[in-house]
Structure formats: C-alpha cells, structure tokens
C-alpha cells in the first residue's frame, strides 16, 4: 500500500511552547490530507480536512488559530499546535488521500504522540 | 462528530477461534475500510470495499459491504495471538469526509 510518512513520533515540550508536526505521502500525490485526534481508547476524531493550496476546513469545535495546517504541496502538509497547553496532550494522525488510481482509499501516518508540561 | 456504530466493542477470545465484528451506519455508504491500530500507531489498512454485496479477502481476514450499503462486516478466521489490537472500519459517500466506527478491541488468550 501507499506509505505515509509522519515526523515526530513522539513529542514533549513546555506549555506555552509550539509543536510542528510533518505528514508526508512518499509514493503518491495526496489530493488531500486529513488530521485526527486520538484520544486513549478512543476512536479518531477527525480535526480538519486539507487540500493542496487552500485553507483547511476545520471540524466545529476545532480553534484554527490554535491548530494551523498548512498543506504547501500534493505531498506535505503540516500541523502547528501553537501555544500548546497540557490539554493539548494526545496522540496526533495524519492520513492521505490519493487520486482515483488509489481508489479513495485512506492511508495514515504512524501517528505524532504529544505530551505538554 | 458523526462515527458508525461498531460492535463489539471489545472480545476476549482463545486463539484458533474465527472473529466477527460489524460496522452500521444511518447512512448510505459507497465505500467501506477497514483497519488495524497497534498501540501507538497509525491505523493501517486491511480491506477496502466499493459494491454493495462485494465480499473481498486479505489472507485470514473477510470483509463484506452489506446490501443495503449501510453495514459492513470483518471476518477473522483461526485468530492468532498478533491479531490484538483495534479494528476500525470507515466508511465514505464519495465527498471528501471519512465517517469512523468506535473500535472493536481484540484480545487473544493464547
């Protein structure tokens, strides 16, 4: 299956602090890129959509100013949790969406656990 | 948001037992997924689906796209002790939004 690629696994930093997080598809174009939230036990819940060279869409109940996604090219995008906060603290996933020859099929990154002082 | 009802929730089972789990939705779906989430990864996908009716394998695992495209089904036959693990399944109508189950937590007792 297609490979996406997700940097860093694993994330400590001081409140206050930002926290930039990397999604890449590796062998194919991603015509859109989706961020989760996982919290333990939990299924994944979906924080906002992005499309290659325009504004994410975010979920209701999802601050954009204090999650920014930034989808540069059809093969990164981007997630900057700002002035991060201890409840900020949980396991983050990037999936991909490639083009018809993928057939919508969803593949995701390995997942970014952050955890807030 | 919107997730798919998932059952069960979570099974003990001994292993070399077959597993059933299903998904079920208040939506029509025209794609289902299926997949697997080890502690601290990212879910990876088992099985995908497109037709009603289509009945598809990968290896031990099964999986159906209910008729009446609102229900799926994951089959696991003669669970082995690294089947553990959440099975998820996510269906989509075709717009860009994938609508997830709430996991089925798999535990096998070898």
């Known amino acids: 299956g297609a490979v996406v690629s997700q940097h860093p696994s694993r994330v400590i930093c001081k409140s206050g602090t930002s926290v930039k997080i990397e999604c890449r598809s590796l062998d194919f174009q991603a015509t859109t890129m989706f961020w989760y939230r996982q919290f333990p036990k939990q299924s994944l819940m979906l924080m906002a959509t992005s499309n290659e060279g325009s504004k994410a869409t975010y979920e209701q109940g999802v601050e954009k100013d204090k999650f920014l996604i930034n989808h540069a090219s059809l093969t990164l995008s981007t997630l900057t949790v700002t002035s991060a906060h201890p409840e900020d603290s949980s396991f983050y996933i990037c999936s991909a969406r490639g083009s018809r020859t993928t057939n919508e099929k969803l593949f995701f990154g390995s997942g970014t656990q952050l955890s807030v002082l | 948001g919107q997730q798919l009802n998932q059952s069960p929730q979570s099974m003990f089972i001994q292993e070399g037992e077959d597993v059933s789990m299903n998904c079920t939705s208040s939506?029509?779906?025209?794609?289902w997924l299926w997949y697997k989430q080890d502690p601290g990864e990212g879910p990876v996908l088992l099985i995908a689906?497109?037709?009603?009716?289509e009945l598809t394998s990968n290896g031990r695992l099964t999986a159906q796209f209910g008729i009446t495209r609102k229900d799926s089904f994951l089959n696991i036959s003669a669970s082995i002790p690294s089947d553990v693990g959440i099975y998820f399944c996510?269906?989509?109508?075709?717009?860009?939004?994938?609508?997830f189950g709430t996991g089925t937590r798999l535990k096998v007792l070898a």
């Open positions: 689906l497109y037709k009603a009716g």
């Open positions: 939506s029509i779906f025209n794609t």
């Open positions: 996510a269906g989509t109508s075709g717009t860009y939004k994938y609508i």
